[in-house]
């Protein structure tokens, strides 16, 4: 693994926001949800996550996830993801979502 600099770490921002939808991400390779998600002052932005195994799209419903927020926009499949959402593999490769442990502004960074 290659270290980086503070300065790197710095320029990644990682915010909290609150999931308003989600929805089944059509024509995917692997199954995936389109998040919708409120990240305050950085917008309502989509995201693709793969993230079907842990989490139904009803219970995603209103749950605050971490995001990065200033990486470049991407086509995954039929949609433009416009923010990272995060998370861990478990033993079985499924993600498991990164999680705050109390409800935070929608927007807030990681400091």
Wanted: proline share 6%.
């Amino acid at each position: 693994m290659e270290p980086i600099t503070w300065n790197d770490f710095e320029r990644v921002h990682l915010c909290v926001g609150t999931v308003l939808s989600a929805e089944d991400l059509p024509n995917a390779r692997e199954p995936a949800y389109v998040l919708t998600i409120d990240l305050g002052p950085h917008g309502i932005k989509r995201s693709s996550a793969r993230i079907t195994r842990h989490y139904t799209k009803e219970e995603l419903i209103g749950k605050q996830v971490v995001a990065v927020v200033n990486f470049p926009e991407k086509q995954i499949g039929s949609i433009m993801s416009q923010c990272l959402v995060t998370g861990f593999a478990d033993a079985n490769g499924d993600v498991v979502l990164t999680a705050v442990e109390r409800p935070l502004p929608n927007g807030s960074r990681l400091v």
